[in-house]
């Protein structure tokens, strides 16, 4: 049935000596000889072109070499013996020892101290909760619809809110229809009038 469907295929000269020269070297050709489709043969050659894509593409290692050892111990015994050495002073230091190594590889394997060098942003903020206020808008909500209020107008009131870190109560606040920045100014400075940051500065007690 292939051969009645499919007509004998013209050989030319350059097929016909392929053909004889492989008869002659590999006399067992017809045993693995396999007839295909083309679609099957483009399929193989699309699969081959992929893994060949994929040996090309595959992971290599990339990137500097490791750190030795010797150097991350150095950098740590440095560390050790000089507390207040840097990562620049140190690294100066290897450079002066004919060591080849960056600032940043310095700097990652520093030993890290286990207290911080100055106070904590927690610590800046206890020691001066008393100066510190926070500023802020809200709408007029129904706490339980979780609902803005619109007035009979069908607009919405801000309220712009100081509240005192020290004790947590509110300094100051104001409702408005247009919440600029004029308005906002003016409010701010009916929170901290003249006089009250006056008499702050002699009792300690201002507010930033």
Known sequence: MLRRATPKPRLRFWDRLFWVVLSRR???????????????VIAWHCMGFRLFWRYKSRKKRVGRPPTPKEVRDLIRQMCRENPLWGAPRIHAEFLKLGINVSRATVLRHMLRPRKPPSQTWRIVLDNHVDCLASMDFLVVRIARLWRDVPTAAFRLLYVFVVLSHERRRIVHFGVTKHPTS???????????????TRRSRNQKDSYC
């Open 182 to 196: 004029a308005w906002v100014a003016q409010q701010i400075r009916e929170a901290f009038p003249w006089d009250i």
């Open 26 to 40: 590999w006399s067992r050709w017809r045993d693995v000889l396999v007839i295909v489709k083309p679609e099957t």
